[in-house]
């Protein structure tokens, strides 16, 4: 329960009171008695209200203990004037002192309120029985308000502590990654900027030696680029529902118009991964070299068998056994995940066709 809805609730209990108000104001007893219970009554709600309406951390400082020694005073007051009237009184007190103190002190509390009333009750004329029930409800009360704010008070503690662990969790990552970050491109950018140093002090001098060190140079940059995408692959685990929802929006602009269908639903993580390259790869296809007009990309589930076909009305391969490195990849991803691979001319004879099956949907 949040703070506000706590307090609404607290505050909802003096509905209650309005039936000794009316009690009272209707009642035939003097003008003077009906006139100080009424403003007793008034000024004991407005007390307990001020003190549920204060701040969250109203507890911090004088004001729990002005507010509880407040209501007390009061209801003492109005129980001792009259007691069949004003003895639900003694309840509130409770239930404000379990919330203004810690357990202890507020089990103090809510034991000594049970006393008084069951004092009073005697004092009455009412019998030991009614007393002792007046004294187990009040002491129940108590106790049950004192367990209702500490687990409260657990919850929100909870739920702090979680939120601090998930930016501590977000902390350490981002310095995990900052340090392979730096540690796979440290040496990789200085032996660069050495090899890049040297082949501009020989290029007047040794033409082949220039080349061969700028030779070296592309050779590490190409070497520490795939140690990038192997490092962010891993932070970054694609799904097919990601690339498909960004799918539309580049093939328009691109001049294609998509046909998407996914009939999939959730599927394991491993899978999603794969097909996730696998549309990403090929709309790289599309986009680059297809000169399609329409793209149809259909996503589904089949006898256990997670089904990825992509196809387009384009020029198609120029090669049908042409395979750049992409889809080589690609190939590899799936026949290591025990799938099915197929990439070609589409069997219509117009465009191209990639069509991705893997077992365990």
Not at 63 to 78: D, E, H, M, S, Y
Not at 88 to 97: E, G, K, N, Q
Request: with cysteine; charged share 20%.
């Amino acid at each position: 329960m949040s703070y506000p809805l706590g307090r609404l609730f607290a505050l909802s209990w003096l509905l209650l009171l309005v039936f000794p108000i009316v009690s009272v104001a209707t009642s035939s007893r003097p003008q003077a008695f009906v006139a100080g219970g009424l403003a007793g009554g008034l000024t004991f709600c407005a007390v307990y209200a001020w003190a549920w309406l204060r701040p969250p951390r109203w507890r911090a400082g004088k004001a729990p203990l002005v507010g509880v020694i407040a209501v007390t005073a009061l209801a003492l007051a109005l129980v001792l004037a009259d007691g069949p009237t004003w003895g639900s009184t003694l309840i509130y007190c409770s239930v404000l002192a379990a919330c203004a103190f810690e357990w202890r002190g507020a089990l103090v509390l809510a034991v000594g309120y049970a006393l008084l009333a069951a004092v009073l009750a005697v004092g009455d004329g009412l019998g030991l029985p009614f007393a002792f029930g007046t004294f187990l409800e009040l002491s129940l009360i108590g106790v049950g308000a004192i367990g209702v704010f500490r687990l409260v008070g657990t919850n929100i503690e909870l739920r702090h502590a979680r939120e601090e662990i998930a930016r501590l969790a977000v902390s350490e990552e981002r310095l995990r990654f900052a340090r392979d970050l730096h540690d796979l491109l440290g040496h990789s950018l200085s032996v660069i900027v050495l090899k890049a140093e040297l082949a501009s002090k020989l290029a007047g001098r040794d033409a082949t030696r220039a080349g061969a060190e700028m030779a070296d140079v592309e050779r590490v940059a190409r070497q520490a680029l795939s140690e990038v995408r192997e490092a962010v692959a891993d932070y970054r685990e694609a799904s097919p529902a990601q690339e498909l929802d960004g799918l539309g929006q580049v093939l328009r602009s691109a001049g294609i118009e998509p046909r998407i269908e996914q009939t999939a639903g959730p599927l394991p993580a491993d899978l999603e991964a794969v097909l996730a390259w696998a549309v990403r790869e090929a709309v790289t296809n599309v986009v680059r070299h297809s000169g399609a007009r329409t793209c149809a990309v259909r996503l589904s589930r089949r006898s256990g068998q997670a089904r990825l076909e992509i196809r387009d009305d384009g020029a198609g391969a120029p090669e049908p056994t042409a395979e750049g490195a992409g889809l080589r990849g690609l190939r590899e991803r799936v026949e290591a995940r025990g799938g099915s691979f197929e990439a070609g001319p589409a069997p219509a004879g117009q465009g191209f066709r990639l069509l991705v099956s893997l077992p365990g949907a």
